[in-house]
T-cell receptor, first 114, second 113 residues
Framework: DAGVIQSPRHEVTEMGQEVTLRCKPI?????LFWYRQTMMRGLELLIY????????DSGMPEDRFSAKMPNASFSTLKIQPSEPRDSAVYFC????????????FGEGSRLTVL | DAKTTQPTSMDCAEGRAANLPCNHS???????VYWYRQIHSQGPQYIIH???NNETNEMASLIITEDRKSSTLILPHATLRDTAVYYC??????????????FGKGTKLSVKP
């Protein structure tokens, strides 16, 4: 299995631009998570989906952030407009049943907003 | 907020056992103890989890005290590749957001030659 695949691995953009991060979960996994990691705040859960439906988005920092999961094999995290404080590494993770123990994380997308 | 307390950093000699402690004194009866690690520039990686019995897999052993208020992750023969940040997480096995993984600061383990 290829694991959780995220793209792009690195993104540099200017303040005000729209940013779209993409994630392909492991086939057969029915839960998908988006996390953000910064030096100051560590790893934070932003949102998670079950069977393509958003279950908990309480971690999404503000309305500039949105996430979708149009089908079982694809999810996006969009930031519009982006700000320098959004600079972070964004991780996607998936699991087969959220409470079975193991979340599989992707390699992350490093976002730099200038 | 994370419900666990871990030392900020630890060193271990290559080939020796690495014992990483975690305090979770407010753990509830339905909460499991999970360990993940994050090697530099990579996504977190699952290591092991347990409820009250000690657990062992190919990566590590998890020792949970009888009162469940603390645990120790043991890497039996640490290698340089085990240098990483190790996260101890308590997590409800059930429905809803209580089951989310909440990462704290973790322990930075440095394995030295």
């Amino acid at each position: 299995d290829a694991g959780v695949i995220q793209s792009p691995r690195h993104e540099v953009t200017e303040m005000g631009q729209e940013v779209t991060l993409r994630c392909k979960p492991i086939s057969g996994h029915d839960y998908l998570f988006w996390y953000r990691q910064t030096m100051m705040r560590g790893l934070e859960l932003l949102i998670y989906f079950n069977n393509n439906v958003p279950i908990d988005d309480s971690g999404m920092p503000e309305d500039r952030f949105s996430a979708k999961m149009p089908n079982a094999s694809f999810s996006t995290l969009k930031i519009q407009p982006s700000e320098p404080r959004d600079s972070a590494v964004y991780f996607c993770a998936s699991s087969q049943g959220v409470f079975t123990g193991e979340l599989f994380f992707g390699e992350g997308s490093r976002l730099t907003v200038l | 907020d994370a419900k666990t307390t871990q030392p900020t950093s630890m060193d271990c000699a290559e080939g020796r056992a690495a014992n990483l402690p975690c305090n979770h004194s407010t753990i509830s009866g339905n909460e499991y103890v999970y360990w993940y690690r994050q090697i530099h520039s990579q996504g977190p990686q699952y290591i092991i989890h347990g409820l009250k019995n000690n657990e062992t897999n190919e990566m590590a052993s998890l020792i949970i005290t009888e009162d469940r208020k603390s645990s120790t992750l043991i890497l039996p023969h640490a290698t340089l590749r085990d240098t990483a940040v190790y996260y101890c997480i308590v997590r409800v096995a059930g429905g809803g957001s209580q089951g989310n993984l909440i990462f704290g600061k973790g322990t930075k383990l440095s394995v030295k030659p």
